[in-house]
């Protein structure tokens, strides 16, 4: 199945027409669409951070999504005078509080990738960039134009927490997340993530942002319903290709997990438990002695020797990775 997530209905309202969507549900919060042919449930979440998390929390738990499953986040967004057309997200960062995320990027397509912001309000031509100080006579600098690069020498190290967040460390033992001007700007893409990551992997959640204004004015937003609507059918193929495709995938990996053996599944689920696995560990645990069992691969004798090695079980997460590691390294 495809869960497709948008903000308003002159977003969605081209795939409902494109792919003959019905309204199956309305709440108080969302309105939700579906098909069977292909398997797709579109939801309406509202605008804001608070919404879409709202919104992909409550659709996933209703209808727990499948391994080969994808969550598509499709909708509008600002940008800078360059920017046009259609975008796929290659890298997410949530303004607030300055987390990253990046979605993983498996799938051929011809679109064009870009970072995209995501802000608890609209961006405007008067603000600094990421929240920072008014511009003045001063400092003439828009949210637009690209940030100056840093001498060499203090270029920052990029490392990653504990929960896989990009972070950038200063001289000085200050943690600061790196946050420039150069990307596309949205109001819920990071929160769809944060809420999707519990029951999506990074290779099932893909992020598709169309470019429809360049902030608001003092006049208000530049774009109105209809146009947003004249916009997604402007680009009605690109996005019906995409969303066709992933829908494809998602139907062979069905095809492949039900030809799968049911001894196959229970040593999966055996050595995630006594690996301490996470669930990005356990998808990819999985894929791969799928392969190796369509490839008539003997992975499990490569699992009995680590259980011989005293590898396995694992005593924390800690080690459990160590051991994902060299479970890796053999069976390839």
Same mark, same amino acid.
Request: proline letters at 5%.
């Given at each position: 199945? *495809?869960?497709? !997530?948008?903000?308003?209905?002159?977003?969605? +309202?081209?795939?409902?027409?494109?792919?003959?969507?019905?309204?199956?549900? $309305?709440?108080?919060?969302?309105?939700?669409?579906?098909?069977?042919? #292909?398997?797709?449930?579109?939801?309406?979440?509202? %605008?804001?951070? *608070?919404?879409?998390?709202?919104?992909?929390?409550? /659709?996933?738990?209703?209808?727990?999504?499948?391994?080969?499953? !994808?969550?598509?986040?499709?909708?509008?967004?600002?940008?800078?005078?360059?920017?046009?057309? &259609?975008? /796929?997200?290659?890298?997410?960062?949530?303004?607030?509080?300055?987390?990253?995320?990046?979605?993983?990027? &498996?799938?051929?397509?011809? &679109?064009?990738?870009?970072? %995209?912001?995501?802000?608890?309000? #609209?961006?405007?031509?008067?603000?600094?960039?990421?929240?920072?100080?008014?511009?003045?006579?001063?400092?003439?600098?828009?949210?637009?134009?690209? #940030?100056?690069?840093?001498?060499?020498?203090?270029?920052?190290?990029?490392?990653?927490?504990?929960?896989?967040?990009?972070?950038?460390?200063?001289?000085?033992?200050?943690? $600061?997340?790196?946050?420039?001007?150069?990307?596309?700007?949205?109001?819920?893409?990071?929160?769809?993530?944060?809420?999707?990551?519990?029951?999506?992997?990074?290779?099932?959640? *893909?992020?598709?942002?169309?470019?429809?204004?360049?902030?608001?004015?003092?006049?208000?937003?530049?774009?109105?319903?209809?146009?947003?609507?004249?916009?997604?059918?402007?680009?009605?193929?690109?996005?019906?290709?995409?969303?066709?495709?992933?829908?494809?995938?998602?139907?062979?990996?069905? $095809?492949?997990?039900?030809?799968?053996?049911?001894?196959?599944?229970?040593? /999966?689920?055996?050595?995630?438990?006594?690996?301490?696995?996470?669930?990005?560990?356990?998808?990819?645990?999985?894929?791969? *002695?799928?392969?190796?069992?369509?490839?008539?691969?003997?992975?499990?004798?490569?699992?009995?020797?680590?259980?011989?090695? +005293? &590898?396995?079980?694992?005593?924390?997460?800690?080690?459990?990775?160590?051991?994902?590691?060299?479970?890796?390294?053999?069976?390839?």
């Amino acid at each position: 199945m *495809i869960y497709i !997530f948008t903000a308003m209905y002159c977003e969605a +309202r081209m795939l409902i027409e494109a792919y003959g969507l019905k309204k199956i549900k $309305q709440t108080a919060r969302f309105s939700q669409f579906g098909s069977k042919n #292909p398997d797709i449930l579109l939801t309406i979440s509202g %605008v804001g951070e *608070i919404a879409a998390a709202v919104s992909v929390a409550g /659709v996933c738990t209703e209808h727990p999504p499948a391994a080969v499953d !994808f969550l598509v986040n499709i909708g509008t967004c600002g940008g800078p005078p360059s920017a046009s057309g &259609l975008y /796929v997200a290659c890298k997410l960062t949530e303004e607030a509080t300055g987390k990253t995320f990046y979605p993983d990027m &498996l799938y051929r397509h011809d &679109l064009k990738e870009a970072h %995209v912001i995501t802000c608890m309000r #609209p961006r405007s031509g008067k603000e600094a960039p990421c929240g920072g100080k008014q511009i003045t006579e001063r400092n003439r600098r828009t949210d637009w134009e690209e #940030p100056k690069k840093l001498p060499e020498e203090a270029v920052p190290d990029v490392s990653k927490d504990a929960a896989g967040l990009s972070r950038e460390i200063r001289p000085g033992g200050g943690a $600061q997340t790196e946050m420039t001007a150069s990307g596309l700007y949205d109001m819920e893409a990071a929160a769809v993530w944060q809420a999707g990551a519990s029951f999506f992997g990074p290779h099932q959640m *893909i992020f598709l942002k169309i470019v429809s204004d360049h902030g608001v004015t003092d006049k208000g937003p530049q774009i109105t319903g209809s146009q947003i609507m004249e916009l997604m059918m402007a680009h009605q193929k690109e996005y019906v290709d995409f969303i066709s495709r992933l829908w494809q995938i998602s139907a062979e990996a069905h $095809q492949c997990q039900g030809n799968g053996k049911p001894q196959e599944e229970a040593l /999966v689920r055996q050595v995630c438990r006594d690996m301490h696995a996470t669930k990005a560990m356990e998808d990819l645990i999985r894929r791969q *002695i799928h392969y190796l069992a369509l490839a008539h691969g003997d992975y499990e004798e490569i699992i009995r020797r680590l259980y011989e090695e +005293r &590898l396995l079980p694992c005593r924390d997460k800690k080690e459990g990775k160590r051991c994902f590691a060299e479970f890796r390294k053999r069976l390839f």
